[in-house]
């Protein structure tokens, strides 16, 4: 009962990853078998505490679970690893990675605390990654690397995470066949790399403050047409570049082209298109851009498939053959 509502709850994903691995007979072949999904889960949180995509009662993690043999751990921690950091890297975040040891409320023996600890010591010590230790703050069901991100303003975000777990193969009863022909228990990994999808979503706007990086904008180029009588030619444009796979909006309002500029500008879009008689006649396309110092937003006149080199190249302006 939430605010007075009746409410279904799913705190976690991994017991559905474990019944998914329970389907059907498993043998040391299939393994590492890697299980991924985005799943919904819930959490009860206060309503003071709620606050915009960071804080939610709902939310979609990025979960995977990695069924693997002990001789496969240190590989396959490694995999995560450089999942995280190429994820993290595209998107600019620098990060830190935190181990978390056994709490005090734990389950599982001493024997499988340290042989889990020691091989998330092992594969950072591999990769040459500098990490260091959270005493205490582990999973009750075993250790972990959390990975702190650090925005624009330097705030930092725990997001992923790589959690090393020998209880719940065991709660689930989870077997495969061996090479020798005898039933042994698999290991898991809990990974995650946005943790929450709207939360990441919500530090990357921040982060940016809006101003998303062209691969990344929700609307790439914003075509703005001098009056209603260019129309047709923008639409024309439109339809071009949406073929080449880029993301493209039509100012189709009958407004005045300054308006228009600064209504895109607070859009934060990276690149305006403008087209009148000139551009018509000549079958091309006036080019502004979001990110130049103000003197040199202006790309000028250019032909539609040099602007898309442009776009696809990250080039600030294109040299012609000629030079």
Request: proline letters at 4%; one cysteine or more.
């Amino acid at each position: 009962m939430i605010d007075d509502t009746d409410f279904a709850v799913k705190p976690m994903n991994c017991p559905g990853g474990m019944l998914v691995y329970k389907m059907e007979p498993r043998s040391y072949k299939d393994l590492p078998m890697r299980l991924g999904e985005l799943g919904m889960v819930h959490r009860h949180e206060k309503s003071g505490q709620l606050h915009g995509l960071v804080r939610v009662r709902c939310f979609t993690q990025d979960d995977a679970h990695i069924f693997m043999t002990q001789e496969q751990i240190t590989q396959e921690i490694q995999n995560v690893v450089r999942l995280i950091d190429e994820v993290y890297s595209r998107f600019g975040f620098p990060y830190s990675v935190e181990l978390s040891t056994k709490p005090e409320d734990s389950i599982g023996s001493e024997e499988e605390w340290d042989l889990a600890t020691t091989a998330l010591e092992d594969a950072m010590k591999v990769m040459d990654m500098d990490y260091h230790v959270n005493e205490g703050d582990g999973a009750f069901y075993g250790p972990k690397l959390d990975f702190h991100l650090k925005d624009s303003i330097g705030r930092t975000w725990q997001c992923g995470t790589i959690q090393l777990d020998f209880q719940l193969p065991q709660r689930f009863d989870a077997e495969y066949v061996g090479a020798d022909g005898q039933k042994h228990r698999p290991i898991m990994i809990h990974r995650v790399v946005f943790g929450s999808v709207e939360r990441f979503i919500g530090i990357l706007i921040e982060h940016y403050a809006g101003k998303f990086p062209v691969w990344l904008a929700p609307v790439q180029v914003k075509i703005l047409p001098v009056s209603d009588k260019y129309l047709r030619y923008a639409n024309e444009v439109a339809e071009k570049l949406k073929k080449y796979g880029i993301r493209v909006e039509t100012d189709e309002r009958d407004e005045k082209l300054g308006y228009k500029i600064r209504e895109a500008r607070l859009d934060k879009v990276p690149y305006m298109i403008i087209v009148g008689e000139k551009e018509e006649a000549a079958k091309t396309i006036s080019v502004r851009q979001r990110d130049a110092e103000k003197d040199k937003q202006d790309m000028g006149e250019m032909l539609l498939e040099d602007f898309v080199y442009v776009l696809r190249s990250g080039k600030k302006q294109l040299e012609s053959e000629t030079d």
